[in-house]
């Protein structure tokens, strides 16, 4: 399958609930989309006007300061430790990485991607730009003969699962004994809510009890749109295996895959601050604290969601028919279906919306 024929964008047929939604006296509360609502951190807007001055091309590779942040930043938040300028790059947000990696790798026909079963959908739409087959599959056993490329993603979208040291350890093994690259997607992880992620950091691909010191054939993907509120800045970066992040950049320069580079002086002081993210995390927990309880006194069950930045959350019918009684209350969601077919009964719950939204989605639930 090329681009031309790829499915129509799925969020289109969301519209009918949205426009219900919007009906309710009391406004609509947009809980569908995971898009922060909360304002940049002074310290990267500060850094962003400083850099305003950006007359020469940015460097595809990073600024030499931004390569040491993104490299202290997984040593000190991800216990990740001795990674350089060689190891790291920056990206235009992660989802042109998710849906480029396929492609940056050379994949094609008769190739295969794995990715969880319940998935962002951009894993699959980048296998099928090259030809590719994505396959859904969360045990490495069920991995088929012709994988090359193996997504995770923890904490996952949408059902906020966390993948703990052994079971990303299993992953790794696994994919380095085939010689499989092995990319997670590691997105939400300074938000972990549930059982050890309360208090202890969700782990990395590259997390030293994973790899056992070897980085061979495994790349680690973060975002800056979730923990600092930088989605419009299109602020990223992979880290891992230098072999393959070299191969990554080489092709990365033909493409013209750079981030501006007053964005890249915004990522650097992103990532040196760790004081806005905790007071981000704050936030996305007190609106947890709201709306989780609030969802189960109306019926609903909490899946997983142990981590990031979504409740995975049924109560046991069609995802449609819980989207249209969630409408009713002026509360959009997204639909299990949006996240492959092993979920038509969920709904993914998003926490990007203001306290006030949040406090009247709660509400509401209630006196459902």
Not at 74 to 98: D, N
Request: proline letters at 8%; a negative charge; one cysteine or more.
């Amino acid at each position: 399958m090329g681009v031309a024929e790829l499915a129509d964008y799925p969020w289109d047929a969301v519209a009918p609930y949205a426009e219900k939604a919007r009906r309710h006296p009391g406004g609509i509360v947009d809980l569908s989309i995971g898009s922060p609502v909360d304002p940049t951190p002074d310290v990267v807007a500060a850094a962003l006007a400083r850099a305003t001055d950006a007359h020469s091309y940015p460097l595809t590779s990073g600024t030499a300061a931004l390569r040491d942040a993104i490299a202290a930043w997984y040593e000190r938040r991800r216990a990740v430790p001795a990674l350089t300028a060689a190891h790291v790059i920056p990206t235009v947000g992660s989802k042109e990485l998710v849906a480029l990696l396929p492609l940056l790798l050379d994949l094609g026909p008769g190739d295969v991607v794995v990715h969880p079963r319940a998935a962002y959908p951009t894993y699959d739409v980048g296998a099928r730009v090259v030809g590719a087959a994505p396959v859904a599959a969360d045990d490495p056993d069920e991995w088929p003969a012709a994988t090359r490329l193996v997504w995770l993603n923890s904490p996952g979208n949408p059902d906020g699962r966390v993948l703990d040291v052994p079971a990303l350890r299993r992953a790794a093994n696994a994919a380095r004994e085939r010689g499989i690259v092995l990319a997670s997607d590691e997105c939400y992880a300074e938000l972990g809510w549930e059982g050890p992620w309360q208090d202890q950091p969700v782990p990395s691909v590259l997390d030293p009890r994973v790899t056992g010191g070897d980085l061979t054939g495994l790349l680690s993907v973060y975002s800056l749109s979730k923990q600092s509120n930088l989605a419009g800045y299109r602020a990223a970066f992979v880290a891992g295996d230098p072999a393959l992040v070299d191969r990554l950049l080489t092709a990365r320069r033909h493409l013209g895959l750079m981030p501006p580079a007053p964005v890249q002086a915004a990522m650097t002081a992103a990532l040196s601050d760790d004081r806005h993210v905790q007071e981000q995390k704050e936030r996305y927990r007190a609106r947890r604290m709201l709306l989780k309880p609030a969802l189960e006194d109306a019926g609903f069950r909490i899946d997983a969601s142990e981590g990031g930045l979504y409740l995975w959350a049924t109560e046991g019918r069609d995802a449609w028919v819980s989207m249209d009684g969630l409408a009713e209350l002026g509360i959009l969601a997204g639909p299990g279906h949006f996240y492959g077919p092993h979920f038509p009964q969920h709904v993914r719950i998003s926490l990007t919306a203001s306290d006030e939204r949040v406090a009247a989605a709660a509400e509401r639930l209630r006196g459902r």
